[in-house]
């Protein structure tokens, strides 16, 4: 599975923004998209997390900001963040996690990163 991140860029605090996350490869084997991010100095953390028939999941930070969806037909995933605060500056990453029936591997693959900027 190969994972292509694109949508970030600057916007002022209040705006929104729309990342997209292309996927590539063996996607019939992705069971979870998630949308991770990591601020300067910081750790990696999850945003949102969408699994395959589960509960889809946020962060307490982004909860009622941020939303993931994905679109089968396009293979793609999308993260659409509104009301954007100064401290949702990061690199934001795109994730997928898939179980290959075929060699039984189980991992996750991750997009290059796509930095947002929110100016206060």
């Known amino acids: 599975v190969q994972l292509q991140a694109s949508g970030g860029g600057f916007v002022q605090a209040g705006g929104s923004m729309r990342l997209s996350c292309a996927a590539s490869g063996k996607v019939s084997s992705i069971n979870a998209v998630a949308w991770y991010r990591q601020a300067p100095g910081k750790q990696r953390d999850l945003v949102a997390r969408?699994?395959?028939?589960?509960?889809?999941e946020y962060s307490d930070s982004v909860k009622g900001r941020f939303t993931i969806s994905r679109d089968n037909a396009k293979n793609t995933v999308y993260l659409q963040m509104d009301r954007l605060k100064p401290e949702d500056t990061a690199v934001y990453y795109c994730?997928?996690?898939?179980?290959?029936?075929?060699?039984?591997?189980?991992?996750?693959?991750w997009g290059q990163g796509t930095q947002v900027t929110v100016s206060s």
């Open positions: 994730a997928a996690e898939y179980f290959d029936v075929s060699t039984t591997v189980v991992g996750r693959a």
């Open positions: 969408m699994p395959d028939g589960g509960i889809t």
